[in-house]
């Protein structure tokens, strides 16, 4: 009897760990340093891939493959997961921009903040100045196409925006919609949930997103609940009101009776560093009542915005240019110094950086700025332009959008949110061709890497067994990704493999613009993308749409 037991188990594990067909593997890789996601500690096994799916993990020893990879001395993980790419647009203008994301070994991006690539309307699809052999579209329907038909590097996960939705029926105007008008913004989200979105997200301290009050956005969050979705923020204060801004994220998930997730949680300025400790504590206190809230932080003490962020947004409410043809009146901005100085009661980027514009570095200028600006600070390019720092800023901000990275963090709140278990990890920040674009924050090409040699390796802040959980399985719980962001049987076959050792971040704010290193092989749905180091060009990367039944596949 146990004999007859034991033929019976053998006969149930083997096709579990070989796969139930005799065909030969597409990939097999050998002698592997497993580190699968979950948090457990790593194991050596061989994995075996067919069809962009692992089908075999375990002593794989005569399986035949197409392809073996020899990996001993690597680590092989699943593929990363940044919780905020910021945009594809990058990937539909130039496929090359990809590889900023994967040779860091990000296999899947969430996209959509505020803003969202859908819908769009007659004027906003203009605002993106598209090249005239890229075809306009309205709905995520019509753009995912595009996309899929250009051939996509890594795999895409797409979010509405509420500022987006609020642009396209009402324009940049700072009041409440009226009725009618959120009943329309209601539909867009509707449609943009129908085509696979996962969710609604904001960004609130951004006009137009920031004249939405808590009510609104219930409104609009409510429509991706009944859709299966989940609510994702930028939070309307990130500084001061920390505490604050937490708690109208919580009511929104209440109300909307969807799962929220916040968005590169920080506490921005030296004088608000110690909320870290706090606003992690309301995250952690929420979920142990039962309130699913999670976060995200990216690895730098700089974050990235626009400078025109330094001014209050209400005074966005006529529009931009309108406001901004009234920058050239010397009254105007005296009283706009006044009030950068002097209050607080909004999200004052200027009091955050120590009231000091050495803090404050510029690193990309719009056409027609002179370029030597990147790169260096408000008050360096004062300097240069042999002019007071007030002046400077009013003038950059008047000539567009500028991009800027304050210091406003520090290294304490990183370690922190690092060690929280609820906390994964973002970018915030886009695909990136370093060939093409002049500069960028070095999180767009160094963030994962960093991780992995800076908070691993080098400072032992956490294991590296946890830094994978945070950049795989629980960005995928997040997501309800849940056939992602794991090294098991039956899972998507994204893949990464590097050398411990030797993963590194190269990107610096000095030298921004430089591929991470130690990343040998990346496969995306089991197709090799990053061999022995160098890209192979393949597409294999294809967008995940959301479902009614809150996964995403």
């Known amino acids: 009897m146990i004999r007859l037991i034991s033929l019976i188990l053998i006969s149930w594990l083997v096709p579990w760990a070989l796969g139930d067909s005799p065909q030969n ?31 075999a993990i375990g002593n794989l020893k005569g399986q035949k493959a197409i392809r073996v990879i020899d990996a001993n001395g690597l680590v092989l993980a699943p593929g990363f997961i940044d919780m905020m790419g910021e945009s594809t647009l990058p990937l539909l203008l130039d496929p090359v921009t990809a590889q900023s994301k994967l040779r860091q070994g990000v296999t899947t991006m969430m996209a959509g903040e505020g803003t969202s690539l859908a819908p769009q309307n007659e004027l906003t699809i203009q605002e993106l100045n598209l090249p005239p052999d890229i075809p306009h ?38 009041r409440a919609p009226t009725p009618h008008e959120l009943i329309r913004m209601q539909h867009l989200v509707s449609l943009a949930m129908d085509d696979g979105a996962a969710g609604l997200s904001t960004a609130l301290i951004y006009p137009p997103g920031a004249y939405a009050n808590t009510e609104e956005l219930i409104d609009l969050a409510k429509i991706s609940s009944e859709h299966g979705g989940l609510y994702f923020t930028h939070m309307r204060n990130e500084s001061d009101h920390l505490l604050e801004a937490i708690e109208e994220t919580i009511r929104i998930g209440g109300a909307a009776h969807l799962p929220v997730h916040i968005y590169h949680l920080k506490a921005a300025g030296e004088e608000n560093w110690p909320l870290m400790r706090k606003a992690l504590a309301r995250i952690e206190r929420a979920r142990d009542s039962g309130i699913d809230v999670s976060a995200d932080v990216y690895p730098y003490i700089r974050n990235g915005l626009g400078l025109s962020s330094f001014v209050n947004s209400t005074h966005f409410g006529s529009g931009a240019e309108a406001f901004l043809s009234t920058l050239s009146d010397p009254k105007a901005r005296q009283a706009l110094k006044q009030e950068i100085e002097n209050t607080s009661d909004w999200e004052n980027w200027y009091q955050h950086v120590g009231r000091n514009w050495a803090n404050v570095l510029v690193v990309q200028v719009p056409t027609g700025v002179d370029k030597r600006y990147e790169g260096k600070s408000i008050e360096e390019i004062a300097k240069i332009r042999v002019q007071n720092t007030w002046d400077t800023f009013f003038d950059l901000v008047q000539k567009g959008p500028v991009e800027v990275d304050p210091k406003t963090m520090d290294e304490n709140q990183k370690e922190l949110a690092l060690k929280s278990r609820f906390v994964s990890i973002s970018s915030d920040s886009g695909p990136m061709n370093p060939t093409v674009s002049t500069y960028a924050h070095p999180r767009t090409f160094g963030t994962f890497a960093r991780i992995l040699a800076k908070y691993v390796r080098e400072e032992g802040i956490i294991d590296l067994e946890d830094a994978i959980r945070e950049m ?11 056939n992602r962001g794991r090294i098991g049987i039956g899972m998507a076959a994204d893949v990464v493999l590097f050398d411990s050792k030797l993963v590194k971040d190269t990107a610096t704010f000095e030298r921004p613009m430089s591929y991470a290193i130690g990343m040998e092989y990346v496969l995306v749905n089991g197709q090799l993308v990053i061999d022995h180091g160098d890209p192979t060009g393949v597409t294999a990367g294809v967008v995940i749409r959301a479902n009614k039944q809150n996964a995403l596949r």
């Not at 996601?37 to 050596?44: F, L």
């Not at 579209?137 to 987006?164: C, D, M, P, T």
Request: hydrophobic share 50%.
């Open 25 to 55: 593997l597409d990939v097999l890789i050998t002698g592997a340093r497993v580190v699968d996601g979950s948090g457990n500690p790593w194991y050596s096994a061989d994995v075996g891939i067919r069809a962009g799916i692992i089908v």
């Open 137 to 174: 579209w309205e709905s995520f329907r019509q753009y995912n196409q595009l996309l899929e038909a250009k051939g996509l590097g890594l795999n895409v996960i797409h979010n509405v925006g509420a500022a987006q939705v609020r642009r396209v029926v009402m324009g940049d105007v700072n």
């Open 472 to 482: 795989t399985s629980l960005a995928a719980n997040q997501l309800r990704l849940l």
